[in-house]
């Protein structure tokens, strides 16, 4: 069955330094692959999307890579800062074209001062 | 920047009554989803809508949930007769302008609590 996997113990660092987060998915080909942010109560925030075709896509802090071979995606932050502490979620979406996101059940990164 | 908007931010109910959450999705958008959390677990998709018609469902979406957009800006997501385990937040999200584009925005949420 398919099946998204990420790091299921929170993730403390020291803030500066880079925070990496991991997303690996079986049995799933998917067209784009997204990462979110979530607060406690909150909706999900998007951040980036990474293509199939894409290795790798950055925004201001941000960085994500996608390996289909490996069936996984990285998901850095550099420079961490306390305000960067949440709940990060990957989420697949198919090539399906009906939009529908199949989410892993997040990574909780805290960044310490 | 637009955003997608809920309301109620909470509803409390109970057993077997009918629950309609309300969102607003960002104006220009032509894709409409709901997505429900229950605490402490995945984000789950329940329902697709394109087009005046639901795209896809998932095996959640059974005969008690519906969904409508009623007018030109509200999509609603109707619980008929609610069950304790329906408990849970409720997103609703938009995508899509002219063309079809993958990223899809969350509103804030309805927390649902069936007693």
């Known amino acids: 069955s398919q099946k998204i996997e990420q790091n299921s113990e929170a993730l403390n660092i020291q803030e500066g330094k880079t925070a990496t987060l991991t997303c690996n998915y079986t049995?799933?080909?998917?067209?784009?692959l997204q990462w979110y942010r979530q607060d406690p109560g909150r909706g999900p925030v998007f951040l980036l999307l990474?293509?199939?075709?894409?290795k790798e896509k950055r925004k201001e802090r941000l960085k994500v890579t996608f390996d289909t071979t490996l069936k996984q995606s990285l998901f850095h932050i550099t420079a961490s800062q306390p305000a960067d502490s949440a709940t990060y979620l990957c989420a697949l979406l198919s090539a399906g074209n009906t939009g529908k996101l199949i989410f892993g059940q997040g990574t909780t990164l805290q960044v310490k001062p | 920047e637009p955003e997608v908007t809920q309301t109620p931010s909470h509803q409390v109910t109970q057993m077997g009554q009918e629950v309609i959450l309300r969102c607003v999705p960002i104006s220009n958008h032509l894709y409409f989803y709901w997505y429900r959390q229950i605490l402490g677990q995945k984000v789950e998709f329940l329902v697709s809508f394109y087009n005046n018609e639901i795209s896809e469902k998932s095996e959640i979406f059974d005969d008690q949930f519906s969904v409508e957009r009623p007018d030109g800006s509200n999509f609603t997501l109707k619980i008929r007769s609610t069950k304790l385990e329906d408990s849970a937040m409720y997103f609703c999200?938009?995508?899509?302008?002219?063309?079809?584009?993958?990223?899809?925005?969350f509103g804030p949420g309805t927390r649902l609590l069936v007693l």
């Open positions: 049995n799933y080909s998917p067209a784009y």
């Open positions: 999200a938009s995508s899509g302008g002219v063309t079809r584009s993958e990223t899809q925005y």
């Open positions: 990474i293509r199939e075709n894409e």
